[in-house]
């Protein structure tokens, strides 16, 4: 039994009552995934398994035997940054950085929920053929994500601006 973690195979562990987080954090080394309030409520520990957004404290890693799970690790590197990355950057998304990895995770998660038509609690037209993206329902996308330092207003800049072609009345919405 493994687990594909940023396209690396790793055997899930023995005892199936390990965390996914604990499980990544633990025995695969991978620590930019972080374990805030472990119990889902922060997102600090927010990955992607399968391309969904997940809370990795409240998965046991055995459940996700057989899946692909990307971590912030996966999703860029020093010399190669994903453009996420790189708005968090310029904005000033962050201050502490404790949260960053998992803001940026929910909002990669995110934007591909978008482009499924996946509603959101404020979405108006739940029928709708094009999804609207608009601050409110931005903001309320990200809400599970906490950032205890105050740099809410750059991270949603950073998220507006990277996202932003999603569709086109994005750039509208976000100004």
Do not use: W
Not at 74 to 96: K, R
Not at 144 to 169: K, Q, S, V
């Amino acid at each position: 039994m493994s687990i594909v973690v940023n396209g690396m195979p790793a055997e899930v562990p023995g005892d199936p009552r390990v965390s996914l987080l604990d499980f990544l954090r633990e025995q695969l080394h991978l620590h930019g995934t972080k374990k805030g309030c472990d119990q889902g409520a922060c997102g600090a520990c927010t990955v992607l398994a399968d391309g969904e957004r997940i809370l990795s404290c409240l998965a046991l890693a055995v459940q996700y035997d057989g899946r692909s799970i990307t971590t912030i690790e996966g999703v860029g590197s020093a010399t190669d940054l994903h453009p996420l990355q790189q708005a968090f950057i310029d904005h000033d998304g962050f201050q502490c950085g404790y949260c960053t990895p998992g803001q940026i995770c929910s909002a990669i998660g995110m934007a591909d929920e978008i482009r499924r038509g996946v509603p959101s609690h404020v979405t108006d037209d739940l029928d709708a053929a094009d999804m609207p993206f608009s601050h409110e329902e931005l903001r309320e996308r990200m809400s599970g994500n906490l950032c205890r330092c105050g740099a809410h207003n750059g991270i949603i800049d950073a998220i507006a601006t990277t996202l932003a072609p999603l569709p086109e009345r994005a750039t509208e919405a976000a100004e």
